[in-house]
Structure formats: structure tokens, C-alpha cells
């Protein structure tokens, strides 16, 4: 492989606005001077058939979106990871699916101030012709009310593989705690004690060492979700958000991944930290769309430039040995962040952003107030709303965007 020309395979399914724009991004790059030489970079969207493992892939680094559903690209990316090198976002070896259980485990093992959560066995028991003897010789009869009235009313019922709010319920009592475990069938079910109430609900989106920490109003409808807040929570809990969210994908070795935390006075509890396929979509991040693309762009173009090697191995005993330790808490997340900054290099990062992509952020900006992101916002609008709603929406984007330009300029 020419270490000059590098190609970013994008894997996707059927999204097609981020893809577009990052795409048109890379398109009006240009070649990026790095440690004197040029180098060139080009996308591809990767397509799905028979693959032979001793296959060299030509991608340099791949943003995966599918393979947190889709079996065979991720069977691929497991090759690509061990046998090729390729850099990708993220590794499923980490991500398997969108699996907040260990985040939860990990988190609670740091110190971190996750609910108190319980994980309960499936209601339905699981296709498998050994379950009837297994489950008569060793599952436990329990009561769910009992572990239900120690978490203490209200409480969440949610799967702990959860995504996209499937299956999660507030429950109230006992009666909706049964009604609830009833539904969940072959789910796997935690109760979680709610934060509640909360004063702010903080969303961050990380890329590589780089967070935007958005305030979320989950009550919303999708396009009113992220509100346009820029101090919305106080210094040191914004501090911290940032912190946790670094820190967990660095354990993790997550890069490209979406943390939720319910902020009740400076106290910050992680609820949700394994999004493997962040929503990034315009009609969502609306304000915020150009940010997580051109730091997409920024983060890619590091990984696939800079001679940055993918990781798959974790080193959790560094870690450890910080929650072990007799710290108090703030203590333990500077450390916690000074390890997170070094898996993600965030120096040489930040460097690189300033000598290699210096031209980056005019770029977005360039492109943002063009007439082929226009067309790409409203062919957004088109293919998300009904036409009856199409002319409010694009005025509805527009401005937001308009706003961010404002703001950038
Ligand atoms: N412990 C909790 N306290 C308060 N609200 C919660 C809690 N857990 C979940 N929720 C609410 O339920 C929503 C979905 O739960 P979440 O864990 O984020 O699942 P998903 O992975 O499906 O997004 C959250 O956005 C939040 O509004
Ligand atoms: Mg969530």
C-alpha cells in the first residue's frame, strides 16, 4: 500500500446525509502535508460478498454503521482488526452490539455514579434444546419484587443490550414492573433506579478525544431532541461529562460512540455509554451536524495520516489500579482523563489538527453555507417527512444552520 494515498471505506446501511457530506468533505480536502510528505485521501462506501480471509483489504480505515446488526461485515471488520490492521471506528471487537451492560460494569468498577442497576434473567427462556435441563438443575427461583422494592419506585425496565429506546419502560409499582417483565419476553431485562428528577440531561457525542456535550430533551420529537444550549451545565460538571465520556470510550477503545448522563446539582450519573452507531443525522444534530462531521473528517484523517496504530487490546489494569487506589473521586478522574489522553494521543492530535488541517474548519464552513448542502438538507427533509411538513422543516434547519454559521463565522 502507497502510504500516501489512503482510502477511508465507509460501511453503511441506510443512511445517506452523513455519508454525503463526509464524502463531499473529503472531495475538497486536498492533499495533507504531514511530516513532509503529501497525502491523499479518498472514500469508497464498501459492498457486501464472499470475502477470502487471506484477502488484503485496499482501506486504510473503515467508519463502520452496520455491523452492530448485519453479521457478515462484521465478521469482515473482525479480519480486517486482526489480520490487516485496518483502523476502524469502531472495533467490534469492543463493540459486539450496542452492549451497555459492560460499560455499566466497567463504570461501577471505576467509581463512577451509575444507578443502581440489577441484571434479571430472561422471562422467555432462549431457543435452545439444552435450556429445559440446564435451567431445571441450576436457575434460581427469584423474586422480582423483592429486587424491584430494594432498587426502590420509580425505576427503568430497559434491555442491557439497549439502542434507540426499544423496550425501555418507567416503572411506577409492582404492577408495571410485572406488566413490563411480561413483555420483555427473550429480552435480557436490568432494573435500573431513576435519576429522577433531574435538572439536565447531557448527551455527548465523542469522536476520537473530541466531545460535544449537548443538552437532550428526550420528551422532544426527534428534531427538537438537542437543544442549542452552550452553558447549560456549570464548568465542573461540563467538566466532567467530558471526562467520563473520554474515558470510557479510551477504556473501551470505543472512538466513535454517544454517552448519556443525568445531571442532578454537580452530580453527574452515566446512564447510557455504549452507542456503537451514534445518531448523527442532520434532521437530528441539526446545529450540530457540521461539528460531527468535521470532526469525523479531522479524527479519520489523523488515524489514516498520522501513522496512529489500531489498538484491539485493553489495558484495564491501569485503569484498575486508579479505583483501587486511595484517590478521592475528582482525583481519579484526572487520572483517569491523563490515561484517556494518552490512548487517544490527544496532543499530537491537537497538533496535527493545527499544522496539517489548519484549513479544515473554513472548509466545513465553505461547505456548510453552499448550495450542495442545501440540496442535501432538503433532499433530508424530503426523504424523512411528509410532504406537508417539508417547507417548515427546511425553514426549521435552515435557521439552526444558519445559526451555526453565525456563531462560526
Ligand atoms: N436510570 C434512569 N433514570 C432516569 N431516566 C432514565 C434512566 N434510564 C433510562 N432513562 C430514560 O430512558 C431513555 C432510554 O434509556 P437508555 O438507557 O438511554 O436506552 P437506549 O439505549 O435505548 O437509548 C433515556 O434517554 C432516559 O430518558
Ligand atoms: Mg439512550
Redesign the pocket.
Known amino acids: 500500500m502507497d502510504r500516501t494515498e489512503h482510502l477511508l471505506g465507509l460501511l453503511l446501511g441506510t443512511e445517506e446525509d452523513w455519508p454525503r457530506a463526509f464524502e463531499e468533505l473529503v472531495r475538497r480536502l486536498g492533499p495533507v502535508s504531514h511530516d513532509g510528505a503529501d497525502h491523499t485521501l479518498r472514500t469508497e462506501r464498501i459492498t457486501i460478498e464472499p470475502f477470502d480471509l487471506r484477502a488484503k483489504p485496499t482501506y486504510h480505515l473503515v467508519i463502520d454503521r452496520l455491523a452492530y446488526w448485519y453479521y457478515v461485515p462484521r465478521e469482515w471488520l473482525k479480519k480486517a482488526a486482526l489480520m490487516d490492521d485496518v483502523y476502524l471506528l469502531n472495533s467490534p471487537f469492543t463493540f459486539q452490539s ?1 452492549e ?1 451492560h459492560a460499560a455499566y460494569c466497567a463504570m461501577i468498577r471505576l467509581g463512577l455514579k451509575v ?1 443502581d ?1 440489577w441484571l434479571v434473567p430472561y422471562k422467555n427462556p432462549v431457543d435452545n434444546a439444552r435450556y429445559a435441563y440446564t435451567a431445571a438443575k441450576y436457575n434460581q427461583p427469584f423474586d422480582l419484587d423483592e429486587i424491584a422494592d430494594s432498587i426502590g419506585y420509580p ?2 425496565m ?2 442491557y443490550d ?7 419502560s ?1 416503572i411506577r409499582d409492582d404492577e408495571t414492573l410485572h406488566h413490563a417483565y411480561d413483555e420483555s419476553g427473550e429480552m435480557l431485562m436490568h432494573l ?5 428528577p ?1 435538572d439536565v ?1 447531557a448527551r455527548s457525542l465523542t469522536i476520537g478525544p473530541d466531545s460535544m456535550v449537548m443538552k ?1 430533551q ?2 422532544q420529537p426527534m428534531h427538537n431532541r438537542y437543544a442549542v444550549d452552550h452553558s447549560f451545565l456549570s464548568a465542573s460538571a461540563g467538566e466532567e461529562v467530558l471526562t467520563i465520556s473520554r474515558l470510557i470510550n479510551a477504556f473501551f477503545r470505543w472512538e466513535f460512540n454517544s454517552c ?1 448522563s ?1 445531571v442532578l446539582g454537580e452530580s453527574v ?1 452515566p ?2 455509554y ?2 456503537a452507531c451514534p445518531d448523527i443525522s442532520i434532521t437530528s444534530l441539526h446545529y450540530y451536524f457540521p461539528w460531527a462531521i468535521g470532526t469525523l473528517l479531522k479524527w479519520s484523517v489523523f488515524c489514516a495520516v498520522s501513522g496512529r496504530r489500531p489498538r484491539l487490546d485493553l489495558d484495564t489494569r491501569n485503569y484498575f489500579a486508579v479505583a483501587d487506589s486511595d484517590r478521592t473521586y475528582d482525583e481519579k478522574l484526572t487520572e483517569y482523563r491523563r490515561l484517556a489522553d494518552d490512548y487517544f494521543e490527544t496532543e499530537r492530535y491537537q497538533d496535527f489538527c493545527a499544522t496539517s488541517l489548519s484549513h479544515v474548519d473554513s472548509m466545513v464552513r465553505d461547505w456548510v453555507t453552499s448550495p450542495a448542502f442545501d440540496d442535501l438538507l432538503v433532499e433530508t427533509v424530503r426523504s424523512t417527512y411528509p410532504a406537508s411538513e417539508h417547507d417548515r422543516f427546511v425553514a426549521h434547519f435552515r435557521g439552526l444552520l444558519g445559526l451555526w454559521v453565525a456563531d462560526n463565522a
Not at 439497549?162 to 425501555?168: E, K, L, P, S
Not at 435500573?192 to 429522577?196: D, F, K, L, P, T
Open positions: 450496542m451497555k444507578p442497576t425505576l427503568y430497559k434491555p439497549g439502542g434507540a429506546w426499544r423496550g425501555v418507567r435500573q433506579a431513576s435519576v429522577e433531574y440531561f437532550f428526550p420528551d448519556e443525568l450519573h446512564i447510557d455504549a452507542n
